[in-house]
């Protein structure tokens, strides 16, 4: 079963290296960081070129203040940075782009819950 999963997560990786919500779709962060995390989870060496092209198409997509936006349409900075940390922290060669996304997490601030929260 495991390595029909597998064989279905490659099949759908889309050519830029990400993935979207559906096999087919615009490739965006939380897809892709999820895909990559099971991925590195399975440490197959099949994966391994998927894994490549994944870290790249996360690599190419961050922003200049360490947040990555939810896809290529939307380039402001999204909650998915969060996602993309956790799956880019094994890196070392990545410690310094996953240092800057914590920091642009840790920067952020909620907005109010208003009068509809009581």
Do not use: F, Y
């Amino acid at each position: 079963m495991l390595q029909e999963a597998t064989s279905h997560l490659l099949a759908s990786q889309n050519p830029d290296g990400g993935w979207g919500a559906l096999a087919g779709r615009r490739s965006n962060t939380e897809a892709t960081t999820l895909a990559l995390l099971a991925l590195r989870a399975i440490s197959q060496a099949v994966a391994e070129p998927a894994v490549h092209k994944a870290k790249a198409w996360l690599i190419e997509r961050q922003n200049a203040d360490g947040s990555w936006p939810l896809n290529d349409s939307l380039k402001e900075s999204s909650w998915s940075t969060a996602l993309a940390i956790i799956a880019l922290c094994e890196w070392d060669d990545l410690r310094g782009r996953v240092v800057r996304a914590g920091r642009w997490v840790l920067e952020q601030e909620g907005s109010k819950p208003g009068i509809l929260a009581n």
